[in-house]
């Protein structure tokens, strides 16, 4: 089996990949709007962003005094991928708490 790479390891976490999605929208957003949308640090958002820089995957965009974040057009296809796949699991996990829930029929 192959050793997963730094990126892999990256996205398949949660708050890397809610990060991700909630960047894929036509909004500008900056740091602070991020951490409070996915329920995250300050300091943790910044590091991740700095990794998704150096990746290719954001690019910040200064006007002024703050510090907008977008995403790269590999970015969009990653968000969108991480999205619908998120979506999938979400419907799935739901589907299996009403099989674990006992049936009315049974009683």
């Known amino acids: 089996m192959k050793k997963k790479t730094e990126f892999e390891e990256l996205l398949l976490r949660k708050k890397p990949a809610k990060l991700l999605i909630s960047l894929n929208t036509e909004e500008h957003k ?3 709007v991020l951490a409070k949308e996915i329920d ?3 300091s943790h958002v910044v590091k991740l962003l700095d990794i998704f820089a150096k990746l290719g995957v954001v690019r910040y965009k200064k006007e002024g005094r703050v510090k907008y974040i977008t995403l790269t057009e590999e970015g969009k296809e990653i968000a969108k991928t991480l999205d619908i796949l998120m979506k999938k699991l979400s419907k799935l996990s739901k ?3 009403k099989l ?3 049936s009315e029929i049974n009683k």
């Open 30 to 32: 900056y740091v602070t």
């Open 95 to 97: 589907e299996e708490k």
């Open 40 to 42: 995250c640090t300050y």
């Open 100 to 102: 674990a829930q006992p």
